[in-house]
C-alpha cells in the first residue's frame, strides 16, 4: 500500500472489531525465547512490526507458524545467535530480546536499537537495571555486549517508569538467581500482559501492572498458550476519529477498563459513551467541546501514543487548548501536517503547543513521518471537507492490521492504493 486517500465530512455508523494489542504482543514474542516448546500466541495482531519480530525469532531459530487463533512458536531448536543489525534498527522494540535472551545466554551481543523519529530513546535504564542483576556491557560502534557469570535477584529502582526497562527487568529476573523487587515500575497493561503470559509458563512475578513488581527466580520455563489483550490504542484512535467526525459506533473488545484516561478526555470532550464488557458504545455529534489544558503522562495518564490523535480533534472548533507531551521529546512531527489541511497550531516550546481551533480542515496531500502521527492524519482527513492523500502509509501499518477496512466497515469514504 503506498497511499490511502479519504474523503471527508460524514458521520461513522457501525461497529468495528479492535485487533489485538501491538504493545503487549511485541514483548510476550520475545519471551517466548525464554521457554522451551511450542507457544500458542492467540489474537497477535497482524501487522508489520509483528512480522519483524517474528523475522527476528526465525533467525534464532525458532519455527513460527501463524494458524486461525494466532501464531504458534516453536522455540526447541533455539540456538545461539546474533540477530542481524537491519532487523534490529528497523524496528526499536527488539530491545526486549536483551532482556528474554539474557537468562540463557551468559555473553551475548546485540545491535543497539538507536533513536527514532519520536525522540533519542535512549536505554540507561534498561543497561543500569541489568547491571544491578550482574550483567557488564561493553559498547563498540553500533554493538553492545552484555556477559554475566549467573543472573542474581536484587532491588532496583526505576528514576522513571520505562515500560522497555520494565519489561526487561521482569524477563530478566524471571530466569535470576534469587527474588528481585522492581520499585517505581511502569503500570501499563501492556506490563501486566508479560507478567500473566510469563506466570502461564511458570514464573513467579507479582505485581505486573503496578509500580511495584516482585519475582522470584525459576529455573526453566514451560511453552504456555496466552491470548493477547485487545489494542487500548486502537480503540483509542477509533473513538477519537469519533469525536471528530460525529456518529454512533460499537467498538468491539475494546478494553475500557484500561482507558480510563481516554474515557474521561473523551467525555469532556462531549462524547457519548456505554461500557459494556463486549466493548464500547460510542455516540457524536461531531462537535467537540473544549479542552483548555491536556498533558500526556505515564499510565493511568492520557496515553502519548493517542497524543497526535487528540490533538487532531482539537484543531476544529471555538477556543483554545493546550497540549503537553511529557513522554518523549519530539512528538509533534504530525504539526506542519495539519497546517497543510488549515490547522492553526503554534509550538510554544518543544514539548507544548498550543492548538487555535478553526472552522473545519481542508483535504490535502499529506505524508506520515511515524506511526500513531499517520493515524492522526487519517482522522483529519475523515474530518476535512475535500479529499485528503496521505503518504508513508508505511508507518501506519506497522500498528494497525489493516485500518482503512476498519473505518470503511464504519462507512467512511475511505481507499487505498
Ligand atoms: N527512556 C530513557 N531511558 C531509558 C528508557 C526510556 O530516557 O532507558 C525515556 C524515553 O526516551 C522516553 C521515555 O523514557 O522519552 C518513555 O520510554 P519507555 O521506555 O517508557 O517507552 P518504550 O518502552 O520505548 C513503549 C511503547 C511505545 C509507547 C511507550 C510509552 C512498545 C513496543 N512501545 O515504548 O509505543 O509510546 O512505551 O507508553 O511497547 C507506539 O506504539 O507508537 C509506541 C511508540
Given at each position: 500500500m503506498n497511499h490511502i486517500l479519504c474523503k471527508g465530512g460524514m458521520p461513522l455508523q457501525g461497529s468495528v472489531k479492535i485487533q489485538g494489542s501491538k504493545n503487549a504482543a511485541l514483548p510476550i514474542l520475545a519471551a517466548t525465547?525464554?521457554?522451551?516448546g511450542i507457544c500458542h500466541i492467540r489474537?497477535?495482531?497482524?501487522i508489520s512490526d509483528v512480522y519483524s519480530m517474528l523475522y527476528l525469532l526465525e533467525k534464532l531459530c525458532c519455527e513460527v507458524k501463524w494458524d486461525l487463533e494466532g501464531v504458534r512458536i516453536d522455540t526447541r531448536n533455539v540456538r545461539k545467535c546474533e540477530p542481524c543489525k537491519d532487523t534490529f534498527s528497523c524496528m526499536r522494540s527488539s530491545i526486549c530480546l536483551l532482556g528474554a535472551l539474557i537468562g540463557r545466554e551468559r555473553d551475548l551481543t546485540i545491535e543497539s536499537p538507536g533513536g527514532c523519529v519520536i525522540g533519542e530513546r535512549p536505554i540507561n535504564l534498561h543497561l543500569s537495571a541489568l547491571e544491578k542483576m550482574g550483567v557488564q556491557f561493553t559498547f563498540e560502534e553500533s554493538k553492545i555486549h552484555a556477559v554475566h557469570h549467573g543472573l542474581h535477584g536484587t532491588h532496583i529502582t526505576l528514576p522513571f517508569p520505562s515500560v522497555g526497562a520494565t519489561e526487561n527487568v521482569i524477563m530478566a529476573a524471571t530466569l535470576a538467581e534469587g527474588k528481585t523487587i522492581l520499585k517505581g515500575a511502569a503500570m501499563e497493561p501492556e506490563v501486566r500482559a508479560l507478567g500473566e503470559f510469563l506466570n502461564a509458563c511458570g514464573a513467579k512475578i507479582?505485581?505486573?501492572?503496578?509500580n511495584l513488581i516482585e519475582v522470584e527466580g525459576v529455573r526453566n520455563l514451560e511453552a504456555a498458550t496466552y491470548e493477547i489483550p485487545t489494542d487500548r490504542i486502537v480503540a483509542g484512535t477509533y473513538l477519537l476519529t469519533l469525536a471528530g467526525c460525529g456518529g454512533n459506533v460499537f467498538l468491539q473488545n475494546a478494553p475500557a477498563k484500561d482507558m480510563k484516561a481516554v474515557l474521561e478526555i473523551l467525555r469532556e470532550l462531549g462524547v457519548g459513551l456505554e461500557l459494556s464488557g463486549k466493548g464500547i458504545f460510542v455516540q457524536a455529534d461531531g462537535h467537540v467541546k473544549r479542552i483548555p489544558f491536556v498533558k500526556t503522562m505515564p499510565y493511568p495518564g492520557f496515553p502519548t501514543d493517542l497524543q497526535s490523535l487528540l490533538l487532531t480533534v482539537l484543531t476544529v472548533g471555538e477556543g483554545e487548548t493546550i497540549l503537553e507531551e511529557t513522554?518523549?521529546?519530539?512528538?509533534?512531527?504530525?504539526v506542519d501536517e495539519l497546517r497543510k489541511m488549515g490547522a492553526c497550531i503554534e509550538k510554544i516550546d518543544e514539548r507544548k503547543v498550543c492548538i487555535k481551533g478553526v472552522e473545519c480542515l481542508r483535504g490535502a496531500g499529506v505524508k506520515a513521518l511515524e506511526l500513531r502521527g499517520g493515524a492522526a492524519l487519517i482522522t483529519a482527513g475523515l474530518m476535512a471537507k475535500g479529499q485528503t492523500r496521505i503518504q508513508g502509509v508505511k508507518y501506519i501499518e506497522r500498528g494497525y492490521e489493516n485500518i482503512c477496512r476498519d473505518y470503511k466497515e464504519l462507512g467512511a469514504r475511505i481507499t487505498s492504493g
Open positions: 525465547l525464554m521457554t522451551e489474537n497477535c495482531p497482524k507479582r505485581g505486573a501492572g503496578t513522554v518523549f521529546e519530539n512528538r509533534f512531527k504530525v
